[in-house]
Nanobody
Framework: VQLVESGGGLVQAGGSLRLSCAAS????????MGWFRQAPGKQRELVAT????????IHADSVKGRFTISTDNARSTMYLQMNSLKPEDTAVYYC?????????????????WGQGTLVTVSS
């Protein structure tokens, strides 16, 4: 299973961006997808997650009301709509997926990361 991200870039404070993360592969199912970010000199932190069963979403307090995670299950694609961006949102954003794939007749769990996409918010 592979994840490919797109949508990062430079935006002014108060602006918006939408990140996309497309999953590809064969014989897999995703149980949860999420977005993480890592700012220079800081640890990677959770931004938002969404489970496939029930569609439960979790957003970090720092982005609640501004960012929204969504998925298009038919296209195995996840999005992060980011509004009212702040300079402190500047970071490399990574998508993450966890689930199951089948190797022959055996199910195996997986966790994969995207390559990261840089979001820069200028003041």
């Amino acid at each position: 299973v592979q994840l490919v991200e797109s949508g990062g870039g430079l935006v002014q404070a108060g602006g918006s961006l939408r990140l996309s993360c497309a999953a590809s592969g064969s014989s897999f199912s995703i149980s949860v997808m999420g977005w993480f970010r890592q700012a220079p000199g800081k640890q990677r932190e959770l931004v938002a997650t969404k489970s496939s069963v029930g569609g439960t979403t979790i957003h970090a307090d720092s982005v609640k009301g501004r960012f929204t995670i969504s998925t298009d299950n038919a296209r195995s694609t996840m999005y992060l709509q980011m509004n009212s961006l702040k300079p402190e949102d500047t970071a490399v954003y990574y998508c993450n997926a966890q689930g199951t794939y089948w190797s022959g007749m055996r199910p195996r769990s997986f966790e994969v990361w995207g390559q990261g996409t840089l979001v820069t918010v200028s003041s």
